[in-house]
């Protein structure tokens, strides 16, 4: 009984000696995550460089640990950030709070939230773990341009724009 109990041991080392290494030598490789994964909030645009956020502020109201600080603003004509009549100003994110459930992202009603795959996630204080709109918001696409914006007048007329069904 000793002799099978030890070779059964030695056959699991011999295996294991041959089987590839798991180790990640992280920063410089990282790891690769799954596709349901919640990471880091990114604010989106719309291809024209609008930000999709129209400051409903629904994401905050679904947030179960009160994370989410939405402040919103008028649009014009004139300087316009999104589609809609209003836009967030003041978009914050207490990561300290954050449990990253996604239930803000299911509220969202444009799809402007969306946790992405990024897990850096590290602070030296309290405030710099406060993201505010600046950190969170994608940059301008290539066919896009800043905000605020400067529209010829009636060019965006609804605050949501015609959506496709969800895929996933």
Request: glycine share 6%.
């Amino acid at each position: 009984m000793f002799i099978v109990e030890l070779a059964r041991g030695l056959w699991v080392i011999l295996r294991s000696m041959f089987e590839k290494p798991v180790t990640y030598q992280y920063p410089e490789v990282k790891r690769p995550v799954h596709a349901r994964f919640k990471g880091r909030h990114n604010l989106h645009r719309y291809e024209n460089g609008l930000e999709k956020c129209i400051g409903c502020a629904l994401c905050a109201a679904a947030c179960p640990s009160d994370a989410i600080f939405v402040e919103s603003a008028e649009n014009t004509d004139e300087v316009r950030y999104s589609p809609g009549e209003r836009y967030a100003s003041t978009y914050e994110i207490n990561m300290l709070r954050c449990i990253f459930c996604g239930y803000c992202e299911d509220a969202c009603p444009t799809e402007a939230i969306v946790l992405g795959d990024n897990y850096e996630l590290s602070f030296y204080d309290r405030r710099s773990a406060i993201y505010t709109k600046e950190m969170l918001i994608m940059p301008v696409p290539e066919a896009g341009k800043p905000t605020p914006q400067k529209v010829e007048p009636g060019k965006f007329t609804r605050s949501i724009p015609v959506m496709e069904n969800p895929k996933d």
